[in-house]
């Protein structure tokens, strides 16, 4: 390697890979521990990530002197809501310092929903009401104003490329600029991945490339460079996924309590769980539908019901449209179109499948990987379903704090050349000429998973599938004529490094999994107790290694 690869070095104590609610707050409380930190992210910090338009709520709290409940009880019902699959340390953090975050969001000019004075709890998953509404509309640029008042560096459109690792610890990464294709090698101490949900693996319901979910830049960049460093990923056969308006895509997917699910004869679906009457979450109401509907029980489609909402209702659920990411476009659209949520009732979707909160790297409760140095928040993290932006906002504070102090006990690495080299040659192989499109093979990708790993899965497809996938990974030759494609040619690449990991842990659990959306048709069974664990994932070399670990319950 010659120094001259490198426009600028970058030297801290710990670097935040990604500018999503989780890493903001992962930045400031590093900087709060007394830590130089550097936040890198490869759109722009002031409206990146999942909540970059918007987010609307705050569940899964503890309010002091108003929650019904203790922060155990909460971690109990989350547990049993999905099927056990859970790391109970981050269930309590989120539940016991939630309300700790909260405080300090509204220092930065975050407002929270008050009634008569108090805070508003309203039931969002749990057997009580257990979140809050927040005026979160523009949480992203309160959050970037902060880093900017604590002079926290920031380096926007920047991606990274991979992580550089000296003797099983985390020592730097290489980043490069999207817009000019100039390299940054940084030097660190330890690393918070934030890199939030991984899309764009699976065909989206519209059959736009783009027209993702959450932002389509969000394509599991953190796990690809975490795996190829040696960290462990866990049940990465969990590709959940969410409900909402048919067509629209994220516009619409809100917050609607109380309204309520119908079917086609505008018969209410009764489901048997806590919380909300209209459920987002297919991961465990798809079971309990599939069969109603098999029975004749459930005629489909379905539809959300708000005509059953008084007025103050229907203006609470409008107001929280406009806070949570990109649901102000529904409003306009139904302005447009003349219709009302007080008379209309709108039909339900699924969305894309997405890898988030069940799946993904596997931590400890000090949201540690099995990495030394390596630290993760929000939703790059296996164990912490339904988190969203509650688990990256009170995780990531907590990930930065101890990624702060592991710093301390560490020294910094001074050599990088026989790291850097091998990540160089594969930046470098994007040329202006190729005979494939990014985009090309990234629908190539989408078609493969949907193919062999959507809502039928079995050992021969799953087989198949990894076959076919390290074919098309070898005849690939994606041209990159700039910057921003070779960056969006380094995100199909982990896209694929992705789907690989998701492939063999579906092969390996040989059960079906409510939570996972993972139904084995060689393998029926729903989440039979000897399959009520962890498949860690870890890739040394080009190899593959696989992990079953015991799920811990510390509150039974």
């Known amino acids: ?57 705050f569940g899964g709290v503890i309010v002091p002197g108003l929650s019904k409940w203790a922060a155990e009880d909460l971690v109990r019902d989350h547990t ?102 100039s390299l940054t090698l940084i030097k660190t101490k330890s690393v918070v991945l934030t890199t939030g949900a991984c899309f764009r693996l ?28 040696g960290a462990a990923l866990a049940n990465m056969e969990g590709t959940n996924a969410i409900r909402g308006p048919k067509n629209l895509q994220r516009a619409g997917s809100g917050t609607y309590w109380p309204a309520k699910t119908v079917d086609a004869q505008g018969i209410a679906l009764d489901y048997p769980f806590p919380g909300e009457s209209y459920y987002r979450w297919p991961a465990f109401t798809a079971g309990w539908t599939r069969a109603r509907v098999q029975e004749g029980k459930i005629r489909l489609p379905v539809f959300r019901d708000t005509t059953v909402l008084s007025s103050e209702e229907v203006e609470f659920v409008e107001w929280g449209l406009r806070q949570e990411g990109g649901c102000w476009i529904l409003l306009e659209w139904m302005k447009e179109h003349g ?104 629908l190539a990708l989408q078609k493969l998973m949907s193919s062999y790993m959507g809502d039928i899965r079995s050992e021969e497809g799953l087989q198949i599938g990894l076959y076919r996938l390290q074919e098309l990974v070898e005849e690939w030759r994606m041209a990159a004529p700039h910057a921003h494609e070779v960056m969006r040619c380094l995100e199909v690449e982990n896209l694929a490094t992705i789907a690989r990991a998701c492939l063999t842990a579906a092969l390996e659990r040989r059960a079906s999994s409510h939570y996972h959306l993972h139904f084995r048709v060689d393998h029926p069974q729903w989440d039979p107790p000897e399959w009520k664990k962890w498949i860690l994932i870890r890739q040394i070399g080009d190899q593959i290694q696989i992990e079953h670990r015991p799920i811990e319950y510390r509150y039974i």
């Not at 790297?361 to 929000?378: I, K, N, P, Y």
């Not at 592991?406 to 910094?412: C, D, I, M, N, Y």
Request: include cysteine.
């Open 1 to 57: 390697m010659s120094p001259k690869e490198f426009k600028q070095v970058k030297e801290t104590d710990v670097l935040v890979i990604g500018g999503g609610l989780a890493g903001c707050m992962a930045a400031l409380h590093a900087h709060q521990e007394g830590a130089k930190v550097l936040v890198v992210e490869k759109a722009n910090v002031r409206r990146s990530g999942g909540a970059g338009t918007g987010n609307d709520h």
């Open 80 to 181: 049993e809501l999905a099927f056990g699959f859970v790391n109970q340390d981050l269930i309590y953090a989120m539940a016991s310092e939630g309300f700790d975050r909260v405080k300090d969001l509204e220092k930065m000019g975050i407002e929270f929903y008050k009634k008569d004075g108090q805070y508003y709890l309203f039931p969002q998953l749990h057997k009580v009401r257990s979140a809050l509404y927040m005026g979160g509309r523009d949480i992203k640029p309160k959050l970037t104003k902060e880093l900017h008042r604590q002079k926290i560096p920031v380096l926007n459109r920047t991606m990274v490329v991979d992580l550089l690792v000296r003797n099983g610890q985390v020592a730097g990464a290489i980043g490069m600029n999207t817009r000019d294709g």
């Open 202 to 229: 699976f065909m989206n319901i519209t059959g736009v490339l783009m027209n993702t979910y959450y932002p389509p830049s969000s394509t599991g960049d953190g796990l690809a460079i975490a795996l190829r460093a």
């Open 339 to 442: 219709k009302d949520f007080r008379t209309h009732l709108m039909e339900d979707d699924v969305y894309e499948r997405r890898v988030s909160g069940g799946s993904g790297l596997f931590v400890d409760g000090q949201c540690q990987t099995t990495l030394s140095g390596l630290f993760a928040a929000g939703e790059v993290i296996a164990g912490l379903p339904w988190g969203a932006g509650p688990g990256a906002i009170t995780l990531g504070w907590r990930a930065g704090g101890n990624a702060a102090r592991h710093a301390k006990r560490v020294s910094a690495q001074d050599r990088f050349a026989d790291l850097t080299d091998p990540i160089l040659l594969r930046i470098k192989k994007h040329r202006p000429k190729g005979k494939d499109q990014w985009p090309e093979a990234n």
